[in-house]
């Protein structure tokens, strides 16, 4: 799933629950942009990542690791936003699960070090080097992102979706 997408099925979320407590819930342009970034933080390993493939095995694609920090967080922070970023970063690693085509989620991690995903994943797509790729290899793996039309599907529809029930 791409940066966008998984910026929008925040906001869907967040959205959602905006319709069934608007007055706990607001939306305002700083939430909605706050909810797309907390949306995207478990992406952040790109950074370092040398690989497409790669980027999915830091602790930020860990499950695990997300509901520690969600445990320790509920010492320290407000538990509504405790719970909304926790949920966010769940649809985040969800919709990897779904729409992984190099590198599947670790859901088991450290007991199980197996990558699962919804599809069959290509690994070999994904050895390609994350920013020194030519234009041929851009578009090769563009090519091989929107094969999956179910997949494609999937990410529109979230699309779709929100558009229709922020509107």
Known sequence: MNTISH???????????????????????????????????PDIDIIWAKTLESHHKSLLHIPLFWIGIYIFSLFFINYIFSTIFIICIILHLISDYICARTAGIKLFYPINNKEYSLYKLDKPKGIKKI?????????????????????????????????????
Do not use: V, W
């Open 131 to 167: 920013y020194k790729q030519n234009k041929k290899e851009k578009l090769d793996f563009m090519k091989f992102y929107l094969k999956n039309k179910k997949l494609i599907a999937f990410e529109y529809g979230i699309y779709i979706i929100t558009i229709f029930i922020i509107t």
């Open 7 to 41: 910026g929008i099925l925040g906001i869907l979320f967040y959205k959602i629950l905006n319709i069934i407590n608007p007055e706990l819930f607001i939306i305002n342009i700083n939430i909605l942009i706050i909810i797309f970034i907390i949306s995207n933080i």
